[in-house]
């Protein structure tokens, strides 16, 4: 059934599309699960809505849009988080139905059909076409470079930031570079899993990685070894019953998030029932 698989040339993209994918889930998810930062994450990919609705109004390609409109949503949610007295679920609430309604409203202005649309809400990488791989590497490659160049103060920020502070780090501003890193993620994962879902690829992968280790590289490794797999495995179930395949990823990787947790509070009850 794989060789048959293989015998596609948009399956074989879109296993690329997975692998390639799956670095940047990983990066960013692994400081998503750490900094415990994960509402944000998913208001800045349901703020990116709006990107995709104001681009098919101007008749650019939707990912022209994206890229800036969630850019500076991360921005904004990350400075009203930040220097506003506003509670941060309300500030986050805010921001992520305004993207929402933006994009629903330029899609409605615009004449015609909106065609494409749903697979940016939900995901279609089946669809992934051969520009889109080349867009995705190079997004790993500018994301793992910056990960890289300010891995200790990306580090100090996300387990003691308070210190890093007071260490004269400027914290704010790596706040906002890193929240902007996750806008770039949620575009290199919409094709994947959409904008509904990608807060899940995000952060699952990652949570489970920090079962088996709590050293960031270790975890980010993991993390894109366990994001790959539900990918892989994804879209082959996707490809034997003809279902959505972000549906698929996503389906997967919380059934695995689920095992663990059954698995980590059977050992737990059977230590405590020993002791």
Not at 246 to 258: D, E, L, R, T
Request: hydrophobic letters at 65%; one cysteine or more.
């Amino acid at each position: 059934m794989l060789t048959e698989m293989l015998e596609y040339e948009f399956i074989r993209n879109a296993l690329i599309a997975a692998l390639l994918s799956s670095v940047a889930c990983g990066i960013i998810g692994t400081f998503v699960v750490v900094k415990k930062i994960g509402s944000i994450s998913g208001g800045i990919a349901h703020t990116a809505f709006g990107g995709i609705g104001i681009a098919y109004f101007l008749g650019i390609s939707p990912l022209a849009g994206v890229i800036p409109f969630s850019i500076a949503s991360a921005i904004a949610i990350g400075l009203l988080n930040r220097r506003s007295k506003v509670a941060e679920d309300t500030a986050i609430g805010a921001f992520w139905a305004l993207g929402m309604a933006t994009g629903i409203i330029f899609i409605g202005l615009t004449p015609g059909y909106a065609p494409n649309l749903f697979s940016y809400l939900f995901g279609n990488i089946l669809t992934v076409p051969s520009f889109d791989l080349w867009m995705i590497l190079l997004f790993d490659i500018f994301i793992a470079v910056v990960v890289i160049l300010f891995y200790k103060e990306f580090l100090a920020i996300c387990f003691d930031e308070e210190y890093a502070e007071v260490s004269g780090l400027k914290t704010t501003q790596l706040y906002l570079l890193l929240l902007c890193l996750i806008a770039i993620a949620v575009v290199v994962m919409m094709r994947v899993v959409g904008i509904v879902m990608v807060i899940a690829l995000l952060s699952i992968p990652a949570a489970i990685a920090k079962s088996f280790s709590r050293s960031l590289p270790v975890m980010m490794l993991l993390s894109i070894m366990f994001c790959a797999v539900f990918c892989v495995i994804g879209i082959w179930i996707s490809f034997l019953l003809d279902i959505a395949s972000g549906a698929a990823i996503i389906i997967v990787a919380c059934i695995a998030f689920m095992l663990l947790q059954l698995v980590t509070a059977i050992i737990a009850a059977m230590k405590r029932s020993v002791i």
